[in-house]
């Protein structure tokens, strides 16, 4: 593929750029790296962080977002972010090892609140509002926001990708959720992120 050209984006958060391929990254959910034992699973977030100056990679739809350390240039870090991507791309290599097929992320369930029957219509509207209003926004920002459960009033959801180390996230979260939540679905009183 001579001349594929990769795209990159900022973010909200500074240290997190945002590459877009221009094909689809994760045919369905997303995933969030946080570590290198983390990208063992994928060959690609492997070799991204085998640069040594990044802290998380996300695979979202048609993105990568990548977190920098604290303190590292992105003029610097960039050029080695997109050959890889490219080397990975234009080589049409798998996502992810075989064996870890199944590590693709399951919405919601893994470890989250366990939701009570009884709020089975409440928790079927919240997790509507977020695939439809929430994700689709924050996709934009490279990042994803997993509903986690439901409890007494409170929502409380995960964010990754670029949103989950970002000064401007708590306060997407508090506000634009929040407020978007409680309009639609009045039982709810308060996000929180988990």
């Known amino acids: 593929m001579a001349g594929m050209l990769i795209e990159t984006e900022t973010t909200p958060n500074p240290a997190t750029l945002k590459f877009l391929p221009g094909r689809i990254v994760m045919d369905a959910g997303t995933r ?15 070799a991204i962080f085998t640069l040594g100056d990044v ?37 049409a290599m798998p996502l992810f090892k075989p064996a870890s097929a199944a590590g693709i992320s399951v919405p919601a369930d893994d470890g989250g609140l366990a939701d009570d029957p009884a709020d089975a219509d409440i928790v079927a509207q919240i997790r509507e509002l977020i695939d439809t209003r929430v994700r ?48 639609y679905v009045p039982e709810v009183t308060e996000v929180r992120a988990v």
């Open 136 to 183: 689709p926004a924050v996709a934009n920002d490279g990042g994803d926001i997993v509903y986690r459960g439901f409890d007494k009033g409170k929502v409380y959801l995960r964010m990754q990708g670029a949103c989950s180390g970002c000064p401007s996230s708590t306060a997407t979260l508090k506000n634009g959720i929040e407020q978007l939540l409680k309009y």
């Open 55 to 91: 802290t998380g990679v996300f695979f979202g739809r048609d993105f990568v977002s990548v977190t920098a350390a604290p303190g590292v240039d992105w003029p610097g870090l960039k050029p080695d972010v997109l050959a890889i991507l490219l080397d990975h791309f234009s080589a």
């Open 32 to 46: 969030d790296f946080a570590s290198p034992e983390e990208a063992e699973a994928s060959p690609l977030a492997e």
